[in-house]
T-cell receptor, first 116, second 112 residues
Framework: SQTIHQWPATLVQPVGSPLSLECTVE??????LYWYRQAAGRGLQLLFYSVGIGQISSEVPQNLSASRPQDRQFILSSKKLLLSDSGFYLC???????????????FGEGSWLTVV | SQKIEQNSEALNIQEGKTATLTCNYTNYSPAYLQWYRQDPGRGPVFLLL?????KEKRKERLKVTFDTTLKQSLFHITASQPADSATYLCALLTSGTYKYIFGTGTRLKVLA
């Protein structure tokens, strides 16, 4: 069966420090990968998605970046964190086959980031 | 611009009653719509999917309707229980892309 792992689960970082969140998926190949952010009490905001190695689509201009160095690995990074980067970050994957397939999206357990 | 709205931010109901949550969308022509449940501090979990040619879908105590004319989906939980308390999110896959867009969610609380 497929599993998704995301780490670290919690981190507190000072303003201006770098960030690296990692996500790996097991049990599938060539998944579509996603990073979402959820601010406290808010909805899910799509940050990045990837349909293949090295293919990254950015949804929101910001000081975050994403990379996909391997088929089932997705990394979210920042060189200098801002206070506004605080939130709950969720990695997700799907086996999307086409617009009519109806495949669902599966989420990791999330990473709580507090920028102080 | 494309938008998904869930009308109620929070909904409190008595145990045993039916909870009805609403999802409206604009400027989309989705092939299907999905509903997810999110517990505090956890990632959303898939519940139900309904396709554009389906008017209604059921799964145990859950029922989803989809009206592409009104651009609306309704999500019902019958015989609600305190364990149903959670945030419920609707989601669409934007046409021609791989992007799943989520509504802001409705926080349901079932009172014992």
């Amino acid at each position: 069966s497929q599993t998704i792992h995301q780490w670290p689960a919690t981190l507190v970082q000072p303003v201006g420090s770098p960030l690296s969140l990692e996500c790996t998926v097991e049990g599938t190949s060539n998944p579509n990968l996603y990073w979402y952010r959820q601010a406290a009490g808010r909805g899910l905001q799509l940050l990045f998605y990837s349909v293949g190695i090295g293919q990254i689509s950015s949804e929101v201009p910001q000081n975050l970046s994403a990379s996909r160095p391997q088929d089932r690995q997705f990394i979210l990074s920042s060189k200098k964190l801002l206070l506004s980067d605080s939130g709950f970050y969720l990695c997700a994957w799907s086996d999307f086959q086409g617009p009519r397939s109806g495949n669902t999206i599966y989420f990791g357990e999330g990473s709580w980031l507090t920028v102080v | 611009s494309q938008k998904i709205e869930q009308n109620s931010e929070a909904l409190n109901i008595q145990e045993g009653k039916t909870a009805t949550l609403t999802c409206n969308y604009t400027n989309y022509s989705p092939a299907y719509l999905q509903w997810y449940r999110q517990d505090p501090g956890r990632g959303p979990v898939f519940l139900l999917l309904i396709r554009e040619n389906e008017k209604e879908k059921r799964k145990e105590r859950l029922k989803v309707t989809f009206d592409t004319t009104l651009k609306q989906s309704l999500f019902h939980i019958t015989a609600s229980q305190p364990a149903d308390s959670a945030t419920y999110l609707c989601a669409l896959l934007t046409s021609g892309t791989y992007k799943y867009i989520f509504g802001t969610g409705t926080r349901l609380k079932v009172l014992a």
